[in-house]
């Protein structure tokens, strides 16, 4: 009995991890990942910034920067030196995630992400950043 609830449980676990959202190609962009770096003296990990057309002056501004251009945003976290702030449009939601480039550095925008405000399946991130400009 107990063996069969195991076996069931692994099936159901298996089912779940098999089906992977799927994203357009417009708005699954190529990002060129750079090598991390750690400190060896501090433990500090550099992290690996976006690079794709269309995210010029959100990648690599500061968290003042983005409140003035997109307004107050609907969510700011903090978590250790990580920073999200989240911003939303009529039809869609813009994350922007912010980590220091060095240690003890201000945090910077390093990651953006677009999702629609219905069914949350992945969009293109500048036709994001467009709307949340247009609703300020």
Not at 12 to 38: D, E, F, H, I, N
């Amino acid at each position: 009995m107990r063996s069969a609830a195991i076996l069931i449980a692994a099936l159901a676990l298996t089912a779940c991890a098999g089906s992977k959202p799927s994203v357009s190609s417009s708005a699954r962009q190529a990002t060129t990942p750079r090598p991390v770096q750690t400190s060896p003296q501090t433990g500090f990990r550099a992290p690996q910034v976006m690079q794709q057309r269309g995210l010029d002056g959100v990648i690599g501004a500061q968290a003042g920067a983005l409140l003035r251009r997109f307004g107050t945003a609907r969510i700011d976290l903090s978590e250790g030196d990580a920073r999200k702030l989240q911003f939303s449009g009529n039809a869609c939601i813009l994350d922007i995630y912010l980590y220091p480039l060095r240690s003890g550095a201000e945090p910077v925008a390093t990651h953006v992400e677009a999702r629609l405000r219905q069914g949350g399946k992945a969009t293109d991130r500048t036709s994001c950043i467009r709307e949340v400009e247009k609703q300020r």
